[in-house]
């Protein structure tokens, strides 16, 4: 009897279970207790969000986001322009402020400030350099195909430096006399010309200097430029000059000292230096010659008298 009613029993609990659909913990049964709890585990990640999505590339990705129609403001765009340009000013500003410092710098330090003044050849720069000059400068004379005479002249008023405006070739200093000035300053023009051109240039501005007075220069120089460069940098879009070339000054006849040293190296680099002329150099006299035939030619005429006959 005892054993019917255990049976009854068992099948009762079994009934049970069955009829829920869900475990029914038994005691003493570690095989059932094991198969509840993977049961439930199974359920849990089944109700993970994305449990069982098939992978989507990332093609379909884009799609889905493109297809949700998402509105992009101007300001999303707009914005990181506007950022990337004010950067890139304020670096061009940068690098323009640290020239014009050089600059000044060296021209109130090597153009000569003693008696009564220097007389200077200036090729190529702007009105900006006239205040660079030492106060008692006598006498600028700007060199350039392009220099607009008129707004240089009244610079030079403004800035208390008299001022000429020669509009011709830098390679061209046939107005001047020999050994007839005390300083040359060339300002980021002789790297725009040929290499023919650049011998011409300094030839003539050794011909013009004075014995012992300095070529002054701030040129652009290839090596060691940044990739902005083309873009904010002061020499931007402009021809630059080989080291090697200005290495060469170093050993030219013309001059018995040249230094230079490179500025904004790795962003805009400028050759910036000084080259003093040798107390023993004798130009060329190629254009010195025809001028001289000619005066003779003139002197060799017999004198006319008051009524134009010769005596």
Known sequence: MLQNKASSASGQRHA??????????????????QQHARRQQTAACSALPGAGMPAVSSAQVMQDLAALDI???????????????????????????????????????YVPQAGKGATVIQLGGGTRELYYYP????????????????LMEQAGVTAAVPTIVKQQPITDL??????????VVALGVISQLSAQQRQQCLEEAARVLKPGMPLVFVEPVQEGGSPLR???????????????????????????YSQFDVALQGQD?????????????QPSRQRGDREDAAAKKSRSKPPKTAKGFSQ
């Open 16 to 33: 049970a279970s069955t009829a829920s659909g869900q475990l029914v913990p038994v005691r003493n049964s570690s095989r059932v207790c």
């Open 230 to 256: 083309s873009l904010v940098g002061v020499s931007a879009g402009k021809q630059a000059l080989p080291s090697a070339e200005l290495e060469a000054l170093q050993e030219s006849r013309a001059f018995s």
């Open 174 to 183: 046939s107005f001047q006399p020999d050994a007839s000035v005390d300083a």
């Open 71 to 109: 509105a992009v403001s101007p300001a999303m765009v707009i914005l990181p322009g506007v950022a990337i340009l004010a950067g890139a000013a304020a670096l061009k500003f940068y690098l323009y402020s640290q020239l014009e410092y050089i600059t000044a710098a060296m021209l109130t330090k």
């Open 135 to 150: 106060k008692n400068t006598m006498t600028v004379i700007n060199v350039g195909e392009n220099v607009n005479k008129v």
């Open 269 to 281: 680099p400028h050759a910036v230096g000084v080259a003093v002329k040798s107390q023993n150099y």
